[in-house]
């Protein structure tokens, strides 16, 4: 028999996520608005994670250069973190190149998660959703959340067990990082910045060596969940999400501890 091997996402799953947009037309800032429903409904979009600390760097950056001059003088590393059609960084750039759109409009978001004075632990990062077909920044973008507090026990639970245990996150990797750090989890059973379709393939890979057991809480996770030899569904986050989501799943919990009474 094969041991076992748990794949966790992270916001929504691991750490309650309080995200802020920025709708770059209007300026309005709204913090109800879900990235993946957003790009979902319109397929020419794509979620942009920056890998740089929003805190340290993005805030201190100097705000009146567009985005694009930002990741191109500073070298600044990104990856999609999730987009209905396939993309590649170079399309990226070429798509961005012509933006307005500023360092600021992230900033914006940034400060506004200060501002709302957000229980905030871990730092998933900031990034924007361009429209690829247009060439135009639509929202720009900042979350961060604090783990659930039954998440340790899980771990340890899984631990005891001997079951080996995966994160496969959209999120940046200095997040991740931390996350793994604190939750003791080795920095080789993480994935970072992890889109929809490599979930997919990182739940195949570990499929020939393990049982898998995937464990997510949105789009992104569908394939994943899927893929998987038992696909859940956390709504620990509470919020709405398309029947599509629910579908794909194999058993829906309400809270990630239930993990421990599932038949796996």
């Known amino acids: 028999m094969k ?14 996520r309080d995200r802020v947009l920025k709708h770059i037309k209007t300026g309005e800032i709204c913090d109800h608005l879900n990235s993946m429903d957003v790009i979902d409904y319109t397929p020419d979009l794509a979620l942009v994670v920056l890998q740089t600390d929003p805190g340290k760097c993005l805030l201190n950056a100097q705000s009146r250069q567009t985005i694009y001059e930002f990741i191109t003088r500073n070298k600044v590393s990104f990856d999609i973190s999730y987009s209905y059609q396939d993309y590649t960084k170079k399309e990226v750039l070429k798509a961005l190149e012509n933006d307005n759109s500023t360092l600021k409009d992230i900033q914006d978001t ?13 730092c998933s990062g900031s990034g924007f959703i361009i429209d690829m077909a247009r060439g135009q920044v639509e929202f720009t973008i900042s979350s961060g959340g604090r783990i659930f507090p039954e998440v340790r026990s899980v771990v340890e639970y899984l631990k005891k067990k001997e079951v080996s245990i995966f994160i496969a996150s959209g999120d940046r990797k200095g997040s991740l990082k931390q996350l793994a750090s604190y939750l003791s989890i080795p920095p080789e059973n993480v994935f970072p910045t992890a889109d929809t379709r490599r979930k997919k393939e990182i739940v195949a890979e570990l499929k020939k060596k393990y049982q898998v057991m995937m464990v997510g809480n949105g789009s992104n996770d569908i394939l994943a969940l899927k893929e998987a030899d038992l696909g859940v569904l956390t709504t620990q986050q509470k919020e709405d999400l398309p029947q599509k989501v629910y579908d794909a799943a194999d058993v829906i919990i309400e809270n990630i501890e239930e993990i421990k009474n599932l038949d796996f």
């Not at 041991?3 to 309650?16: C, K, M, Y």
């Not at 400060?111 to 871990?122: L, S």
Request: proline letters at 4%; zero cysteines; glycine letters at 4%.
């Open 3 to 16: 041991p076992q091997a748990v794949v966790f996402d992270n916001s929504g799953t691991l750490i309650r």
């Open 110 to 122: 940034i400060q506004a998660v200060v501002d709302k004075d957000y229980d905030v632990e871990i």
